[in-house]
T-cell receptor, first 116, second 114 residues
Framework: NAGVTQTPKFRVLKTGQSMTLLCAQD?????MYWYRQDPGMGLRLIHY???????AKGEVPDGYNVSRLKKQNFLLGLESAAPSQTSVYFC???????????????FGDGTRLSIL | GQSLEQPSEVTAVEGAIVQINCTYQ??????LSWYQQHDGGAPTFLSY????GLEETGRFSSFLSRSDSYGYLLLQELQMKDSASYFC???????????????FGKGTMLLVSP
């Protein structure tokens, strides 16, 4: 089982360039998330989606856009890359949550992005 | 919003017991989760507490006190492979969106020595 697959795994960009990170999940999960992880900062939510065609802002959305055209895919776009966006980006997915029930998030292996 | 505090680093020896504490401030609290991350790889889910008390899963246990806004992860019979970063995460309301999401702490690096 592939689970959550992120592409690419590594990328180096120049300031001002744009790119798209792809996340694909094969678990039929309704919810998908994009996080960034910086040293000493933990995981911070960028954007999330609760279903096909629906996206919403998380904690640190500025400079990023997302799209969820298909249930299994969640794309993260950097419109004009800046050095401050150098980070490790993780995608995650989960079943829908209701009330106090828990649905664990399943993470991909990450995309290591450097912006020069 | 949400905020979480956990120690940045904990060290222990093989076979020992270690406790990683987590205190949080949040609105609309639903539960506290713990995730493990090895060497910057994919975080993996360990446990979830929605109600007060202790949840046990093998060598790992997690505790929650909602009145104290406090929880901990207890790792017993430590093994070298337990060396990793451990994150507590609060499930709480995300602004006025009507949805809830996870807010992660900054992580605790556990170093297990022989």
């Amino acid at each position: 089982n592939a689970g959550v697959t992120q592409t690419p795994k590594f990328r180096v960009l120049k300031t001002g360039q744009s790119m798209t990170l792809l996340c694909a999940q094969d678990m039929n999960h309704e919810y998908m998330y994009w996080y960034r992880q910086d040293p000493g900062m933990g995981l911070r939510l960028i954007h999330y989606s609760v279903g096909e065609g629906t996206t919403a802002k998380g904690e640190v959305p500025d400079g990023y856009n997302v799209s969820r055209l298909k249930k299994q895919n969640f794309l993260l776009g950097l419109e004009s890359a800046a050095p401050s966006q150098t980070s490790v980006y993780f995608c995650a997915s989960s079943y829908a949550w209701t009330g106090g029930s828990n649905q664990p998030q399943h993470f991909g292996d990450g995309t290591r992005l450097s912006i020069l | 919003g949400q905020s979480l505090e956990q120690p940045s680093e904990v060290t222990a020896v093989e076979g020992a017991i270690v406790q990683i504490n987590c205190t949080y401030q949040t609105s609309g609290f639903y539960g506290l989760s713990w995730y493990q991350q090895h060497d910057g790889g994919a975080p993996t889910f360990l446990s979830y507490n929605a109600l007060d008390g202790l949840e046990e899963t093998g060598r790992f246990s997690s505790f929650l006190s909602r009145s104290d806004s406090y929880g901990y992860l207890l790792l017993q019979e430590l093994q070298m492979k337990d060396s990793a970063s451990y994150f507590c995460a609060v499930r709480g309301a995300l602004g006025n969106s009507g949805y809830s999401t996870l807010t992660f702490g900054k992580g605790t690096m556990l170093l297990v020595s022989p």
